[in-house]
């Protein structure tokens, strides 16, 4: 069975110039297709294109999420052939124990009764109201009598 290693790279960002190239996009297309095949001398095998997005930091606190065209390539991965045990050192193997015939289980003994408890209180249920504290009658003064009067 084999695994895969992966890579992302970035995609060019501007094509190169090319003599074969005439318009952008064959130009962006030439750059394209060296990117690709630089990375299959390598043994790389491109798989797709992806946009993703990156949060990165805009100034002082600000955060700005900016999007980011990767190519990502695989390549098939050996893997390593396990090496051969010696039986001294190997873990042996456990077996789970046969199963005990069953025998008589004496009944469990009935639970205690236990006392009921008080309902728990409803919140769709009124609560009862303490009757409120009287407070304090304050002498109030007229309104004449607490403005400043004018020193003269």
């Known amino acids: 069975m084999s695994s895969f290693q992966y890579i992302a790279i970035p995609a060019p960002m501007r094509s190169e110039k090319s003599k ?7 130009r962006y297309a030439a750059t394209l297709t060296e990117a690709i095949n630089s990375m299959a001398v390598n043994g790389w095998e491109y798989l797709r294109a992806e946009t993703l997005p990156s949060e990165e930091r805009s100034g002082l606190t600000g955060r700005t999420t900016l999007f980011h065209n ?6 098939a991965v ?13 873990t042996p193997r456990i077996e789970p124990a046969p199963p005990r015939p ?16 008080e309902p728990s209180p409803v919140f769709s249920e009124k609560m009862p109201v303490s009757e409120p504290v ?6 109030k003064k007229p309104l004449a009598e607490t403005a400043e009067k004018p020193a003269g």
Not at 78 to 90: D, L, M, N, W
Not at 102 to 117: I, Q, R
Request: charged share 25%.
């Open 70 to 75: 990767l190519l990502i390539f695989r390549r």
């Open 20 to 26: 074969s190239a005439k318009t952008p996009a064959d």
């Open 134 to 139: 009287a407070e304090k009658p304050e002498a």
């Open 78 to 90: 050996e893997a390593a052939a396990p090496a051969h045990i010696p039986a001294e050192t190997a």
């Open 102 to 117: 069953e025998a008589a289980k004496p009944a469990p003994a009935p639970a205690p009764a236990l006392a009921p408890a």
